[in-house]
């Protein structure tokens, strides 16, 4: 194990590097030919247009990188990002530092992407191979945290499903990607307004999602 030292404003950098090979960043526009078989290939989100799924956009979180107040979120370019709102964009993953994360948003925010981005993983690039248990598994935070618990009376592109419900949709064969990202997306931001203090969770629309739903920002997140 080594470290590594960069300096950079506002967070603390000593690097801690575990011997295993770290995942290469792709850009967007690599081949996509192992993608073709995923159930998410070629679908986007109704709200962004974007793509499900792409390549370089697995997370990939190392468990052994993951350590509460010890970990920052990076981009696929390895930039550090800073707490917000914006959903994951794909290809994000965690970084170890050696120092303590003093700032609590810092530490909540690679708590929910240590959470979200395995979720995120098995549903859109890695399905065949994620049973009803893992899945259940997977987001056992949720259901302790009472997010995605209640079920749609029924599934339309902008149904919110459940976590089961979100499953079984999957299993369908859908020709349409958006309450997947809704259930995804939407899960996230529950987190972060459990987790994070002091923030703003009002959009550029003027929504806040935090009091839409009656959600006390700061409350904090169960962990099993």
Not at 123 to 130: A, K, R
Not at 131 to 137: A, P, V, Y
Request: glycine letters at 8%; a positive charge; proline letters at 5%.
């Amino acid at each position: 194990m080594k470290r590594i030292s960069i300096a950079l404003a506002g967070v603390a950098l000593t690097l801690v590097s575990i011997n295993a090979e770290a995942p290469k960043p792709t850009s967007k526009g690599a081949d996509d030919s192992n993608l073709r078989q995923l159930w998410s290939f070629g679908l986007t989100s109704k709200r962004t247009g974007e793509a499900l799924v792409e390549a370089g956009g697995e997370h990939k979180i190392d468990p052994r990188k993951v350590s509460y107040g010890h970990n920052l979120v990076v981009d696929r370019d390895g930039r550090v990002l800073r707490p917000g709102g914006r959903p994951l964009q794909g290809g994000e993953r965690l970084i170890l530092t050696k120092e303590y994360q003093n700032e609590h948003n810092i530490r909540e925010y690679a708590r929910v992407v240590s959470i979200m981005a395995p979720i995120r993983d098995a549903i859109l690039y890695h399905f065949e191979d994620t049973s009803r248990e893992k899945w259940l598994k997977l987001t056992r935070v949720l259901r302790l945290n009472k997010i995605k618990t209640r079920a749609a009376p029924r599934i339309t592109p902008r149904s919110v499903l459940s976590i089961e419900q979100v499953y079984d949709y999957v299993a369908s064969g859908p020709t349409e990607g958006s309450p997947v990202m809704r259930f995804l997306e939407e899960a996230e931001l529950e987190l972060k307004c459990l987790g994070f203090v002091d923030f703003d969770f009002t959009n550029p629309e003027g929504h806040n999602h935090a009091k839409e739903h009656n959600i006390k920002v700061g409350s904090g997140i169960k962990m099993p």
